[in-house]
């Protein structure tokens, strides 16, 4: 199959693009609406695009709730000509459990969907080319087009000139102070930049008490903030720091004062990077709840906590996808600063393909091996 994901402005002007390209035989596996270049607390409103995912069948492992037909699916013997029609169906019989072990798993069906699309496109490609099944060609393939799905910001910069205010927002308990302090020591101790914290909690001293004890452990200072006038004096007090961490308050994201509140430090804020953090055990409708309430905070990037406390990522993996907001952090423990990783595709796609699953595809295909 070959895949595509087109954006514009109306359904139409896609399926437009789709047909000129794809051609009128071309499947739609996936709409969604996306907003595009939101510029700070909406003040500058982003574009509103929808997003269509387009493909030519190969073989046709669909979920047909999810799948819709702009015209008449291509015929089998059409559809990829270089392929045998027995290889497109072992690839077919393989790839058909792993749609339902996906989802059994808690992966969200448009994204299950997609997957199955992608390993079903890369096994085409390997078997029309007569390429040796190899797991790690294969995991290597599927990690490529897995970053085309799901984005990873790679951590912090620190190779920026600029300075950067790195904020961090999300519900109460999740790791927020901890997660604050283990960035600092990395920024600070492993990569020699001049850091500055600020804490925005007008309602909970011990939360201040709690980020300046790790502040005074690795030697940097600290500031709290009572008001957003008091963190923009911050800010600007830290005029000679490269980075710059505010932590905030955790309150329930129901709190309609409390959000308000977070608001109007970060319009006086104006960070350059706003990190939603949440646990990774959260439950996805919870997730989805969380993210409207932060994205008005123009989030851009995701950190996951915890995740040494479950062996799920459906959240994560779900979460980045629905957002498309990179993954930036994750938590992996308590211990500062040695507990944080960059994020990045091998987690993601060792949850989302475990080896036994492709080393099971694989053998299906090759059962002589
Ligand atoms: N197991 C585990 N515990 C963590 C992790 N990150 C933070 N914690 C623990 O979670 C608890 C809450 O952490 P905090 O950093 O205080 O959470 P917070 O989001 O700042 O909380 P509030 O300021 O009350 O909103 C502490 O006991 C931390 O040690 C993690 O990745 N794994
Ligand atoms: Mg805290």
Known sequence: MRIKTYEAKTMQDALQQIKEELGPSALILNTRYITKGTKW???VPGQRLIEV???????????SSVENQITDPISE????RNVEAVSLQNIRNALDGMFQRQVEIGVNKELAQRLVYILDDIFSQFLSQQKELREENIRSEFKQRLSQVIQFSDGLDFSQKEQQVIALVGPTGVGKTTTVAKLAAISSIMNHKSVGLISIDAYRIAAYDQLKTYAEIIGLPVELALSPQGARTAIDGYSNKDIIIVDSVGRSPNHEIHMAELHGYMQAIQPTEVHLTTTASVKFDDYIRIVDRYRTLDVNRLIFTKLDETTSLDTLVNGAYYTRFPLSY??????VPDDLEVADINKVAGFLLPDRELKMVIKELNPND
Do not use: M, P, Y
Not at 53 to 63: E, N, P, T
Not at 330 to 335: A, E, F
């Open 41 to 43: 607390f909406g003040l």
């Open 53 to 63: 995912v387009a493909g030519l069948a190969s073989s046709k492992i669909v979920d």
């Open 330 to 335: 994750l938590g992996v423990g308590q211990t």
């Open 77 to 80: 013997e059409d559809s990829n």
